[in-house]
């Protein structure tokens, strides 16, 4: 089993920063991927970004790139999502996942979930 517990999430204004954490925990040896995804009130959880332990490789969604960033930190077994330049429309619940796999970009690819973290991005 894997434990993943999401931090930062909060009120920001339009154009402003936040940096979400997730912390994994448990069988993480298990994992091959970790990923952020999002859902906003009356819609479907979307994919937002993910990355490889191992070596960092990155996928981002088209309507994140160039604003938000995924890293991570292997030792402390925490993965970041960097997000400037938020917009009312990032306003979400947003989720840290993780997966066996190399880089899905499905949630159903996704085996853990974190209890979500919310942003509100107020115009």
């Known amino acids: 089993q894997v434990q993943l517990v999401e931090s930062g999430g909060g009120l920001v204004q339009a154009g402003g920063s936040l940096r979400l954490s997730c912390t994994a925990s448990g069988r993480t040896d298990t994992t091959a991927t970790m990923a952020w995804f999002r859902q906003a009130p009356g819609k479907e959880r979307e994919f937002v970004a993910s990355?490889?332990?191992?070596?960092?490789?990155?996928r981002h969604a088209d309507s994140v790139k160039d604003r938000f960033t995924i890293s991570r930190d292997n030792a402390k077994k925490t993965v970041y999502l960097q997000m400037n330049s938020l917009k009312p429309e990032d306003t979400a619940v947003f989720y840290c996942?993780?997966?066996?796999?190399?880089?899905?970009?499905?949630?159903?690819?996704?085996?853990?979930w974190g209890q979500g973290t919310q942003v509100t991005v107020s115009s």
């Open positions: 990355i490889r332990w191992s070596s960092g490789s990155t």
């Open positions: 996942a993780a997966s066996r796999r190399l880089l899905p970009g499905s949630s159903n690819d996704y085996a853990y």
